[in-house]
Every structure is written in C-alpha cells, then in structure tokens.
Nanobody, 121 residues
Framework: QVQLVESGGGSVQAGGSLRLSCLAS????????MSWFRQVPGKEREFVSV????????KYTDSVKGRFTISRDNAKNMVYLQMNSLKPEDTAIYCC??????????????WGQGTQVTVTS
C-alpha cells in the first residue's frame, strides 16, 4: 500500500488551468498504475484518467479528452493532472489512487483525501 496526498486544487474561472499533484509515500510506487477520480457531493465517484506504471499508456474519460493530461515521475513518486480549458462541470473533489490499470474504483486499493477544484463561470 502507498499513502497519497493531493495538492494543487483551487478556484479558477472557466477557461483557466490548474495542475494537480499527488505525492506517494511507501514502497513500490513505480509498480502501480495511478489514477485520478472526481466526486461531487451526492453523486457517484467518476473516473477521470489513469496512467500505467511506466507512464507509457494513458486513458481518459471522454469529457476531459484533449483538455486534461496525466503524467508521472517515478523518481519523485509523483503523479500529475494538468487541467486546461476548465469548465464549471469540472468542479469536484479530485482524488488520486494507486492500483491496477483500470477505470473502475474497485481496482484501486490506496486513495488520497482529495483536493477541491472549483470552476466559476
């Protein structure tokens, strides 16, 4: 298991950008696929993006394709989510997770506490 701490959230106007970071501690970070999910109160957790252990393979939910980019630096135990052209509907708590290369939350055993992203129109 790894411990995960997100940062980089905040409030931004529509069309703006934010870069989320997730710092992992613990062993074997580089063996895990890493993902970002988001959740709005009262709604189910939504898959945003996942990156393979080596960083070569990525997947995105359709609503963020072309706007968000996931990346990782295994030497620093970091995973990032660059979010451009933000929309009000991107407002949510964003969490990173460590596990298997999958869009399903059940495939991830370690989760961070999340960071709030608010996009105003």
């Amino acid at each position: 298991q790894v411990q995960l701490v997100e940062s980089g959230g905040g409030s931004v106007q529509a069309g703006g950008s934010l870069r989320l970071s997730c710092l992992a501690s613990g062993r074997n970070f580089s063996t895990f696929a890493m993902s970002w999910f988001r959740q709005v109160p009262g709604k189910e957790r939504e898959f945003v993006s996942v990156i393979s252990w080596d960083g070569y393979t990525t997947k995105y939910t359709d609503s963020v394709k072309g706007r968000f980019t996931i990346s990782r630096d295994n030497a620093k135990n970091m995973v990032y989510l660059q979010m451009n052209s933000l929309k009000p509907e991107d407002t949510a708590i964003y969490c990173c997770a460590a596990g298997h290369y999958s869009p399903h939350p059940s495939h991830f055993a370690s989760w961070g506490q999340g960071t709030q992203v608010t996009v105003t129109s």
